[in-house]
């Protein structure tokens, strides 16, 4: 299967505990992507990469949460000292652009956290 | 700031009663319209992407169409597999963020048999 995966794909944890997840892209796209979303909402904007170029943040994105992709590749979200509010399901798309700045974005199957 | 809002949130279809679903846009710069399906407890997935006023797309069942505020995904004949929330997105040209998506809460489609 070439699409987009994550890891895990469940997480629970206890509020203060760090969490790690991961996201492996469609190979040779030079875009990815991180959105959080919660129950009842559509997908909400994190983060993005372009190649290992951390491009934009959201204002969403407190200083406890931390992306990285290094080498261009898969990337990881780290969230620091976790609250009960970050309970979502994170999801991870990637892209690759094209002519006329075109691209479009497939999603992951994503990573739902439980903080209890 | 980009908006986009879709009604309605919920929609109850009897298999093969035909209908639409709406999506309202604000967006600097529109650089795209995408509609995604989300089954429960997965990613979306990809469905159509709309650039220009007047555009259509049509797979299946599913034909999507947009205007210059607004862009419509019409269902004909849905099926009960047809079930899933509808998503639409915009990606503007504004600033340093139009790669990001900005999502609607999306529409909840159930197609009774």
């Known amino acids: 299967d070439t699409g987009v995966s994550q890891d895990p794909r469940h997480k629970i944890t206890k509020r203060g505990q760090n969490v790690t997840f991961r996201c492996d892209p469609i190979?040779?796209?030079?875009?990815l992507y991180w959105y959080r979303q919660t129950l009842g909402q559509g997908p909400e904007f994190l983060t993005y990469?372009?190649?290992?170029?951390?491009?934009?943040k959201s204002r969403l994105l407190s200083d406890r949460f931390s992306a990285e992709r290094p080498k261009g590749s898969f990337s990881t979200l780290e969230i620091q000292r976790t609250e009960q509010g970050d309970s979502a399901m994170y999801l991870c798309?990637?892209?690759?652009?094209?002519?006329?700045?075109?691209?479009?974005?497939?999603f992951g199957p994503g990573t739902r956290l439980l903080v209890l | 700031e980009d908006q986009v809002t879709q009604s309605p949130e919920a929609l109850r279809l009897q298999e093969g009663e035909s209908s639409s679903l709406n999506c309202s846009y604000t967006?600097?710069?529109?650089?795209?319209l995408f509609w995604y399906r989300q089954d429960p407890g997965k990613g979306p997935e990809f469905l159509f992407t709309l650039y220009s006023a007047g555009e259509e797309k049509e797979k299946e069942r599913l034909k999507a169409t947009l205007t210059k505020k607004e862009s419509f995904l019409h269902i004909t004949a849905p099926k009960p597999e047809d079930s899933a929330t509808y998503l639409c997105?915009?990606?503007?040209?504004?600033?340093?963020?139009?790669?990001?998506?900005?999502f609607g809460q999306g529409t909840i489609l159930t197609v009774h048999p």
């Open positions: 798309a990637s892209s690759l652009v094209a002519a006329g700045n075109k691209e479009t974005q497939y």
């Open positions: 967006v600097s710069g529109l650089r795209g």
């Open positions: 997105a915009a990606r503007g040209a504004g600033g340093t963020s139009y790669g990001k998506l900005t």
């Open positions: 190979s040779e796209h030079n875009r």
């Open positions: 990469f372009q190649n290992e170029a951390q491009l934009e």
